[in-house]
Nanobody, 114 residues
């Protein structure tokens, strides 16, 4: 089992940047595929980006060219670097660890507003 804690959210102006972190407790972090999701008010949770245990990455269209997912297995942490943020990026961002079953963090709020 793994427990996940997200951090790094906050209020940022349009065009700004944030780096989200997701720290995992437990063993064998390196075997988990890690994903970032987000959920805006009144909308369904949606995938943002994923990184496999081998380090391969994939992004949904709105994240391509602006967001970067990475992982540091030595620190049991996955990151989401978000640049050129837009008001429509406002959401609660969640990380998920997947290895057979999925584990979720509690989320971190990102608000993009002037």
């Amino acid at each position: 089992q793994v427990q996940l804690v997200e951090s790094g959210g906050g209020l940022v102006q349009p065009g700004g940047s944030l780096r989200l972190s997701c720290a995992a407790s437990g063993r064998n972090f390196e075997i988990y595929a890690m994903r970032w999701y987000r959920q805006a008010p009144g909308k369904q949770r949606e995938l943002v980006a994923l990184i496999t245990s081998g380090g391969s990455t994939n992004y949904v269209d709105f994240a391509k060219g602006r967001f970067t997912i990475s992982r540091d297995n030595a620190k049991n942490t996955v990151y989401l670097q978000m640049n050129s943020l837009k008001p429509e990026d406002t959401a609660v961002y969640y990380c998920s660890a997947v290895a057979g079953q999925a584990y979720w963090g509690q989320g971190t709020q990102v608000t993009v507003s002037s």
